[in-house]
């Protein structure tokens, strides 16, 4: 947590990923995020994984440093009351449909200076997940051996979608700061990853060359890189990225002499060119595969890590959550009051900001936590009012 967004109210109204991503970056700088929700929770919040009590790991984690309004959604005095709160704050976030009561058109009426960044789906606003975008994007037919496509289980798109609705509120703030004018944003999965593939080259490609990339496995496009096995049956992963690195990968397993006799019988130099060493990868994989093959794992990290060599060993997710310089002695992390009761390593902001105290995790809000106290100092409503919503069924509040 760090403040330099205090003084920011923000209004949430979203579930599962991109939107609540945004939600949860804004509130680690500081800004005050209200997440909105249906009472009892939205679809969203027994999503798995989950704990023996059915509580959402998932959900906890995704809206930690944020707080909670929980209102009954399904009648228009519900419906009233979030847009109340948007209209107040003049700052929005969410996943809902462009059109309803939560259009943009409709909430500017009470606050012409608002600004609504909306994630979608696809442009026209249809519906549209993670996994469905990255198939109609290409590249489930990218990955892995074939002829099988292979979806990536990490939701990319959700997670860049939801940085940049993140940057694209503040970037909207900084123009309202200067000319008055709020203005909605709209920001559809569909195009966050067919804008990504082109900003990595790989439209161009297709289009230029008028073929699809091989599928390569393990390999990586355009580079030196690959998972080898080593002696003791440690698979690891290598790249090359700089030619420093390369000269120090040949030292480290003296193929000095081998790859000079290769170079000399193709006619080529792979000191300096990516390229060369990824066409001739025929002919360098196998000689790399038996220097590795008869080196311990141990033996081969220690002598890439002296020699700058990009590697990293295959791991379940498990082990890595127990590698301390990852998690116990990285200080993204912090422990904190979950409500579900587990216990484990919260995260906090990923950016560290030297100079500036970097504040503990905060923890997630339970479904009305902060109802009374978000109406009262955001809305004015008098403590009788409040009572009357809560009584009514209209406001909810954490048991």
Known sequence: MYPLLNGLSVIEASSFVASPTAGLYLAQMGADVIRVDQIGGGPDFHRWPVTEANDSLYWENLNRAKKSVALDLGKPEGRELLQALVRATGQFVTNFPAGGFLSHEVLSKGRADLITVRVMGWADGSPALDYTVNNAVGYPLLTGAGPEPVNHVLPAWDLLTGAYAAFALLAALRHRDATGQGGEVRLPLSDVAIGTVANLGSLAEVMVTGAD??????????????????????????????????????????LGEAIAALESARGVSFGHDDGLRYTHRDALFPLFEAAIAARAHADLAAAFDAGGIVHSAYRTMHEAALDPALVAENPIFGTSANPSGASYPAAGSFAT????????????PRNGQHSEQVLAETLKLSSGEIARLIDSGLVGTAS
């Open 353 to 364: 900001l030297p100079g500036l105290a970097r504040g503990a995790p905060a923890p997630a």
């Open 213 to 254: 990339r091989p599928r390569l496995g393990n390999t990586v496009f355009g580079l030196f890189g690959r998972d080898f096995v080593t002696a003791d049956g440690v698979r690891t992963m290598i790249v090359v990225v700089t030619h420093r690195q390369w000269a120090n990968l040949i030292a480290a397993l003296g």
